[in-house]
């Protein structure tokens, strides 16, 4: 795919369907937390093991909270395993990761790779900030080719008409990691808009799974 695949009459800024007291996304809530609460449960050893690792191999917090945008373009806190030195870590999100970057831990590395770093956020689909799948939340900042990405794609901010997901459509084909150009982020725009308007629990259910070989994907995550 090329940049001029995507129009802004593909999709709309507003996506019908997706008013969050409708019968369906109130299923979807209820299914996300019980989900969360499941899954929170079943790693809670791995979570364990992993913050007491990220602990004692840098100085510095267990956990990265950084304010991303939620649903209806709402702040929101979303909490991942710290991956980077403290003093190269950005809440901003204005720098993103890069191969081969020197603000992230020996750990850290595998922590990103194998997408371990993003457990802690069942926490917060079990508050209610996330859904287990939908479109990742983005730093309020993101440039790409120096460019505001808000600037780039006029119907950006269309994804963020739901909570944003632990994983979505786009990580399970292979649009995860940094978005380094155009072509990336108006792919990965693209997969977004596409679940909101095909989202069912049988899709979510079908990416959850897929989710499984996201690790092993040979893809720009760094």
């Known amino acids: 795919m090329t940049v001029s695949d995507f129009s802004s009459e593909q999709f709309p800024a507003t996506i019908p369907g997706t008013d969050a007291?409708?019968?369906?996304w109130r299923i979807k809530?209820?299914?996300?937390?019980?989900g969360a609460l499941i899954l929170l449960l079943t790693f809670a050893p791995l979570?364990?093991?992993?913050?007491?690792?990220?602990?004692f191999t840098s100085p510095g917090p267990v956990f990265f909270r950084?304010?991303?945008y939620g649903a209806g373009r709402d702040v929101i806190t979303v909490?991942?395993?710290?991956?980077?030195?403290?003093?190269?870590t950005d809440l901003s999100g204005?720098?993103?990761?890069?191969?081969?970057d020197d603000?992230?831990?020996p750990l850290g590395r595998i922590l990103r790779k194998t997408c371990l770093d993003e457990l802690p956020q069942l926490w917060d689909v079990l508050?209610?900030?996330?859904?287990?799948?939908?479109?990742?939340?983005?730093?309020?900042?993101?440039?790409?080719?120096?460019?505001d990405i808000e600037d780039m794609i006029p119907y950006y901010h269309a994804r963020h008409q739901i909570r944003p997901g632990v994983t979505g459509l786009a990580q399970t084909n292979g649009n995860r990691g940094p978005i380094d150009d155009a072509e990336t982020a108006f792919e990965r725009v693209h997969y977004d808009l596409d679940y909101i308007q095909n989202q069912s629990l049988v899709l979510d259910a079908w990416i959850l799974i897929k989710t499984l070989a996201v690790p092993f994907q040979k893809d720009g995550s760094y």
Do not use: N, W, Y
């Not at 979570?47 to 602990?55: D, E, G, P, Q, S």
């Not at 204005?94 to 081969?100: E, H, L």
């Open 29 to 34: 809530a209820a299914v996300d937390r019980i």
């Open 94 to 100: 204005r720098r993103q990761a890069t191969r081969d």
């Open 66 to 68: 950084q304010p991303r």
């Open 47 to 55: 979570l364990i093991i992993t913050a007491v690792c990220v602990k």
């Open 21 to 24: 007291t409708t019968p369906s």
């Open 127 to 147: 508050c209610g900030r996330m859904s287990l799948v939908g479109p990742r939340p983005h730093a309020l900042v993101l440039e790409v080719e120096g460019r």
């Open 79 to 88: 909490t991942k395993f710290r991956t980077m030195f403290v003093e190269g």
């Open 103 to 105: 603000r992230i831990t």
